[in-house]
T-cell receptor, first 111, second 119 residues
Framework: DQQVKQNSPSLSVQEGRISILNCDYTNSMFDYFLWYKKYPAEGPTFLIS?????DKNEDGRFTVFLNKSAKHLSLHIVPSQPGDSAVYFCAASAFGNQFYFGTGTSLTVIP | DTEVTQTPKHLVMGMTNKKSLKCEQH?????MYWYKQKAKKPPELMFV???????INESVPSRFSPECPNSSLLNLHLHALQPEDSALYLC??????????????????FGAGSRLTVL
């Protein structure tokens, strides 16, 4: 049973516009969430994280929002750039234990 | 050095072969992980080593045998694999496997992966 879900397998956005990637989870014990970015032929690289005591974390063009009541998090990228084209995975963990990953969303930023 | 290095990048093996995947990190991380990822699927945890001791084995078949010779190295020994074992094998490390809630100490740093094809 998938505890972390990314229901959009792919997303296309024009350069300069906002990209919004969504992630839902089922386990209310999750207390730490991360986003990873993966280019072809490379391993996932850490992008941004948020703990359950916050509802927003911002790092440059990347902002992650957490809605605990809805068990939903989203990653906003603004402005989107062609170099952002990659597969984005969200991941969640409880009490510092193993991470559960979503299936990924492939983002294409169109120049 | 903020890298996790995996070798080989690609491996093709027959079902009777014995081979090994290797992983190395020099970030002083004390937890190391093996994940398996198939196309269009999320990474699936296989094994976790914490302070060189195996702490999690996610019911992985015995044809996969992990080894952690020291805090910087992690191996995955492969023997008598099946074609369905073909996948991308990812190694990762983290500072610790902290049990503290809301902890960033266990953020994973991944290697580029070893693409395994079993014929």
């Amino acid at each position: 049973d998938q505890q972390v879900k990314q229901n959009s397998p792919s997303l296309s956005v024009q350069e300069g516009r906002i990209s919004i990637l969504n992630c839902d989870y089922t386990n209310s014990m999750f207390d730490y969430f991360l986003w990873y970015k993966k280019y072809p032929a490379e391993g996932p690289t850490f992008l941004i994280s948020i703990s359950s005591i916050k509802d927003k974390n911002e790092d440059g063009r990347f902002t992650v929002f957490l809605n605990k009541s809805a068990k939903h998090l989203s990653l906003h990228i603004v402005p989107s750039q062609p170099g952002d084209s990659a597969v984005y995975f969200c991941a969640a963990s409880a009490f510092g234990n193993q991470f559960y990953f979503g299936t990924g969303t492939s983002l294409t930023v169109i120049p | 050095d903020t890298e996790v290095t995996q070798t080989p990048k690609h491996l093709v093996m027959g079902m009777t072969n014995k081979k090994s995947l290797k992983c190395e990190q020099h970030m002083g991380h004390r937890a190391m992980y093996w994940y398996k990822q198939k196309a269009k699927k999320p990474p699936e945890l296989m094994f976790v080593y914490s302070y060189e001791k195996l702490s999690i084995n996610e019911s992985v078949p015995s044809r996969f045998s992990p080894e952690c010779p020291n805090s910087s190295l992690l191996n995955l020994h492969l023997h008598a694999l099946q074609p369905e074992d073909s996948a991308l094998y990812l190694c990762a490390s983290s500072r610790t496997r902290s049990g503290q809630p809301n902890s960033g100490a266990n953020v994973l740093t991944f290697g580029a992966g070893s693409r395994l094809t079993v014929l």
